[in-house]
């Protein structure tokens, strides 16, 4: 672990969640779910190129902890990426919230592009649903960082699935609970948006640790440590 690397991380992360975050709260009624998706992908897939190589570009708890159960972070390194992302998640959220102040009529309390379930979604979909939602979903994003990356660097094309599949979950995810999958662009959000933004975060913390770890289970058997990939003509 470097002090670049958490430098990294903390900028990562707050970019992410000004420039993604911001497309909800400040362009949404323009753009729509599947611009706000792309807004998610496209600005994580330029981070992974910019950052990759510095920090692996998690800019996301879960992500973090699907490197350390993979075993490819300690976890002093993997303390240190989660302090840096909670702060940058907090610091990016603190200048969206000072931009929005600025939009006459931007409602902001108990919204400001944070999670929910029940009420709080727009399929209402309940708290069983939405953990049940985050679980699967951060599951696929987890996996496909795990997959694409070579130990803890995104290099090369990796940025592009890992992008592509990040739009691709916020499309789905948008209408059940406004998609999380990331415990930092969760939390940041809801400071500021306080109310029920707040006594709702838990599952939008927990939800997306549960499907990291088992993202990181899961690739132990497709992708085990110095195994062989199976050809494709050798399964029946």
Request: proline share 5%.
């Amino acid at each position: 672990m470097s002090t670049r690397a958490l430098i990294a991380e903390f900028t990562g992360t707050a970019l992410l969640v000004f420039f993604a975050v911001g497309a909800a709260v400040l362009a949404g009624d323009f753009i729509g779910t599947v611009g706000i998706a792309l807004a998610f992908g496209f600005v994580l897939l330029a981070l992974c190129y910019a950052l990759g190589p510095v920090s692996g570009c998690h800019v996301n708890p879960a992500v973090t902890l699907g490197m350390y159960t993979a075993g490819r972070i300690d976890l002093r390194s993997a303390v240190g990426y989660w302090v840096a992302q909670v702060l940058g998640c907090i610091v990016g959220a603190a200048v969206l919230f000072l931009l929005a102040k600025q939009v006459p009529g931007l409602e902001t309390h108990a919204q400001f592009g944070t999670n929910g379930f029940a009420d709080r979604s727009a399929v209402e979909l309940g708290m069983g649903g939405a953990f049940l939602a985050e679980v699967v979903l951060t599951f696929l994003l987890v996996f496909i960082v795990l997959a694409v990356t070579n130990r803890l660097a995104v290099i090369g094309f990796d940025g592009l699935p890992i992008g592509l599949a990040l739009a691709a979950i916020h499309i789905v995810g948008i209408p059940l609970t406004g998609t999380s999958v990331n415990p930092a662009r969760s939390l940041g959000p809801a400071l500021f948006a306080g109310g029920a933004a707040i006594t709702q975060l838990w599952l939008f913390i927990l939800a997306p640790l549960i499907g990291g770890g088992l993202a990181a289970l899961a690739h132990r058997f497709t992708h085990p440590p110095g195994g062989r990939p199976v050809e494709a003509d050798a399964v029946e």
